[in-house]
């Protein structure tokens, strides 16, 4: 496939807002029209992932479209030229629908959702097509055979949980953190539904429970840690923070490995 040169991407880049009556009126690629070199086979659309505005169907999507890329080189993971060009071409009617155009989009929102940043952290979550490979990619886990994307399934459900793995550099550089997280999350979770503990603040605990992990990074080299040692010392922090009585079994704070 063709891929964006940096000229055209950064003429493209720097015309969003001449281009908005396309983003907002056209259903179908257009950027034929305005670059140089992509032919119609460029401009099929590819079959492979819901196209929906429901959020749900983001899990789904991420596992798919890992699946499908799961070998891409990093060069490529990476590449402003690369996402923005796919976007743009064969997945342009999946960003339409997902991430749809109207009188109140604003150009900056264009930027966000459609042209990605390897230099911007947040960019891997913004971006339409890069959220689902990345999300897949950090959560993807080798080590449970029988689920391969177990924690993908978790860290999807919530969008706000999504944004801020992706967006938190220290929790999308180690797996080890992440994991531990994520079985914590579902541990509270459950115990929510079970009625063992009361309503609180989301945001406020997955915002809490990153700060404690960067803690424990600060003196402790997560890598080194078993899963079940990580787990164990976010599971101390869960019982102050929920205000309940440590016992054996909430100590261990395993739900699945």
Excluded: C
Aim: hydrophobic share 35%; glycine share 2%.
């Amino acid at each position: 496939m063709n891929i964006l040169d940096e000229i055209a991407f950064i003429q493209l880049k720097k015309d969003i807002d001449k281009n908005m009556k396309y983003y907002y009126k056209k259903s179908d690629p257009w950027i034929q029209q305005t670059v140089e070199g992509f032919t119609e086979n460029d401009l099929i659309q590819d079959d492979l992932l819901k196209i929906s505005n429901d959020p749900t169907f983001d899990t789904e999507n991420a596992i798919k479209f890992y699946e499908r890329n799961k070998n891409l080189p990093t060069t490529l993971a990476s590449s402003n030229h690369y996402w923005t060009t796919l976007a743009h071409t064969k997945y342009y009617n999946y960003m339409q629908t997902r991430w749809a155009v109207n009188e109140n989009t604003k150009p900056s929102n264009i930027e966000t959702r459609y042209f990605f940043s390897s230099t911007n952290q947040k960019s891997r979550a913004r971006h339409g097509l890069t959220r689902l490979w990345w999300i897949a990619h950090l959560t993807y886990n080798e080590n449970n055979p029988q689920d391969l994307y177990y924690y993908t399934k978790i860290a999807t459900r919530d969008q706000e949980l999504y944004n801020l793995i992706m967006e938190t550099k220290h929790i999308a550089q180690n797996k080890k953190a992440l994991f531990a997280m994520l079985d914590i999350i579902i541990y509270v979770f459950d115990l929510q539904e079970k009625g063992e503990v009361g309503n609180f603040h989301k945001r406020n605990f997955y915002r809490k429970l990153m700060q404690q992990i960067n803690l424990i990074g600060s003196v402790t080299i997560w890598d080194i840690l078993s899963q079940e040692e990580a787990n164990k010392k976010l599971m101390s922090f869960v019982i102050q923070y929920l205000g309940m009585e440590e016992t054996e079994d909430s100590s261990i704070g395993l739900v699945k490995s």
